[in-house]
């Protein structure tokens, strides 16, 4: 992608994508799905995951699992907050970067 990833897209992107599982889910996985939309590694998640949780809008917890325990992530309510502010400019920005787009365009 050519333009820049800022840390506010990534840590919405990234909430987004743990918020689609109630009851959380593993680093792992989220990596696949924001690889989805994002070229990203997992040593730039990995800090976003910390990030989140140390501004209480993540929460971790261990499970077991094949004999070792899986760190999983769930979103906190301060996160649900932090992520409809997300949405709400994202959808203010997108709409008028499209709106100069489509004036080009015509």
């Given at each position: 992608?050519?333009?820049n990833t800022g840390a506010a897209l990534l840590d919405a992107i990234v909430l987004a994508a743990v918020s689609r599982e109630p009851d959380g889910t593993y680093g792992y996985k989220i990596t696949q799905d924001v690889r989805k939309v994002l070229d990203?590694?997992?040593s730039t998640l990995y800090p976003v995951l910390r990030r989140l949780q140390k501004d209480h809008c993540l929460e971790v917890y261990d499970v077991e699992?094949?004999?070792r325990n899986r760190r999983?992530?769930?979103v906190t309510p301060q996160g649900?907050?932090?992520l409809r502010l997300y949405i709400?400019?994202?959808v203010?920005?997108?709409g008028k970067i499209s709106k100069i787009f489509a004036e080009v365009t015509k």
């Open positions: 992608m050519v333009f990203v590694s997992e699992f094949g004999g999983y992530y769930r649900e907050a932090q709400n400019e994202w203010s920005y997108s």
